[in-house]
């Protein structure tokens, strides 16, 4: 990875990752569309089983604006059923290759915390980033991606700014120790956060995650955060999901996650708009 310049006040530092041989500049942020080949994810139009609605879903995430496609094959939802690793790999081998031959040119990440799912879908289906949302909790996962060359996404589940920082500096180097080459953060908003408060405390003092001089991504799509400050439902959430993308973007986030790809892509624009034009 590497990191061009660091400017300390929200705008997003420029780095670039190597996907596959490719280098992906992360400097103009990108949108990472959301792909559920689950029954119960929380929000229902990411959801797809079948062939023909994964293949309907790849294509709308990038006709919208994403550049990434994050898929993911067990529910993290709060009281979700978390099932096994082989029924979560099963529905990974359906929908890959529908997803390859749908969108060829799509950075594919897998959102898995378990190291074998990670190397199986890189090695034998063509995976470009694993997204892990248990910040390495499987004992392999750190060697495992380390082995096979490929970004990381390292979500944290700690309460607060302070321990994630303790958290990610040691995570960090461990991973640069087995040769780990390109580090995504992710804060993890609305995992291990206390769901309104702890959340808000976090984002704003977002900024101060790039003293880790890495990318960072923020997934925080239709979270409690929103849908439980403003007495909704997480599918009357787009509006609040928006505006706190927007803030995300303002305060250095280089990759928004999120299920409504187009909205996003638009506050990418909006917001990069608005830094070129800024009065020196």
């Known amino acids: 990875m590497e990191k061009m310049k660091t400017l300390g006040d929200g705008t997003p530092i420029s780095y670039t990752i190597n996907v596959r041989g490719q280098l992906i500049d992360l400097g103009e942020p990108l949108v990472m569309g959301i792909m559920n080949v689950t029954p119960d994810s929380f929000y229902a139009n990411s959801r797809v089983q079948t062939a023909e609605a994964i293949r309907q879903r790849a294509h709308q995430i990038v006709a919208e604006g994403a550049k990434i496609i994050d898929i993911g094959a067990c529910s993290t939802r709060p009281g979700g059923v978390v099932v096994s690793a082989e029924e979560e790999m099963q529905r990974l081998a359906f929908a890959l290759p529908i997803v390859k031959e749908a969108e060829p040119d799509a950075i594919l990440s897998i959102d898995t915390f378990h190291a074998d799912i990670a190397r199986?879908?890189?090695?034998?289906?063509?995976?470009?980033?694993?997204?892990?949302?248990?910040?390495?909790?499987?004992?392999?996962?750190?060697?495992?991606?380390?082995?096979?060359?490929?970004?990381?996404?390292?979500?944290?589940?700690?309460?607060?700014?302070?321990?994630?920082?303790?958290?990610?500096?040691?995570?960090?180097?461990?991973?640069?120790?087995?040769?780990?080459?390109?580090?995504?953060?992710?804060?993890?908003?609305?995992?291990?956060?206390?769901?309104?408060?702890?959340?808000?405390?976090?984002?704003?003092?977002?900024?101060?995650?790039?003293?880790?001089?890495?990318?960072?991504?923020?997934?925080?799509?239709?979270?409690?955060?929103?849908?439980?400050?403003?007495?909704?439902?997480?599918?009357?959430?787009?509006?609040?999901?928006?505006?706190?993308?927007?803030?995300?973007?303002?305060?250095?986030?280089?990759?928004?996650?999120?299920?409504?790809?187009?909205?996003?892509?638009?506050?990418?624009?909006?917001?990069?708009?608005?830094?070129?034009?800024?009065?020196?």
Do not use: W
């Open 120 to 280: 199986r879908t890189i090695e034998e289906f063509g995976a470009d980033i694993i997204n892990d949302v248990e910040e390495g909790k499987d004992p392999e996962m750190f060697r495992t991606v380390a082995e096979l060359g490929a970004p990381y996404i390292l979500m944290s589940t700690a309460a607060n700014l302070h321990d994630m920082l303790i958290d990610f500096s040691r995570e960090v180097q461990e991973l640069r120790d087995l040769g780990q080459k390109d580090i995504i953060l992710d804060p993890g908003f609305g995992f291990g956060k206390e769901p309104v408060a702890g959340n808000y405390e976090l984002l704003s003092v977002m900024e101060r995650l790039q003293v880790m001089e890495l990318p960072i991504l923020v997934g925080i799509s239709g979270k409690r955060m929103i849908h439980q400050l403003l007495g909704i439902t997480a599918a009357e959430s787009l509006n609040g999901t928006t505006i706190l993308n927007t803030i995300a973007l303002l305060k250095g986030a280089n990759i928004l996650r999120v299920h409504d790809v187009r909205e996003a892509v638009e506050a990418v624009k909006i917001v990069g708009a608005m830094r070129q034009n800024t009065i020196k």
